[in-house]
């Protein structure tokens, strides 16, 4: 079994930064990849950014150039830098790992973003 925790969700004005953190725990043997997912109010969950066993990532396209997702592996974590952020980002985000056994969620951290 593997546990996610996320930590670092916020209120933030728009064109702040912010620094989500995903500590996991239990087996990760077999691990395929990480992910950070977001859903908004009324809106269905979708990938925001992914990282590979083999260090690979990607990102949607409304996050490009804004966000890096960072995974320490020394420290079964996962961080999400969210960079210039906008009203838009706002939702609850959640931290995803998939290995042989997965996929596995955590409960989610709340980012609003408002002046």
């Known amino acids: 079994q593997v546990q996610l925790v996320e930590s670092g969700g916020a209120l933030v004005q728009p064109g702040g930064s912010l620094r989500l953190s995903c500590a996991a725990s239990?087996?990760?043997?077999?691990?395929?990849?990480m992910a950070w997912y977001r859903q908004a109010p009324r809106k269905e969950r979708e990938m925001v950014a992914r990282?590979?066993?083999?260090?690979?990532?990607n990102y949607a396209d409304s996050v490009k150039g804004r966000f890096i997702i960072l995974r320490d592996v020394a420290k079964n974590t996962l961080h999400l830098q969210m960079n210039s952020l906008k009203p838009e980002d706002t939702a609850v985000y959640y931290c995803?790992?998939?290995?042989?056994?997965?996929?596995?969620w955590g409960q989610g951290t709340q980012v609003t973003v408002s002046s």
């Open positions: 239990g087996s990760t043997v077999g691990l395929a990849s």
């Open positions: 995803n790992l998939v290995n042989r056994r997965g996929p596995y």
């Open positions: 990282v590979a066993s083999d260090g690979t990532t």
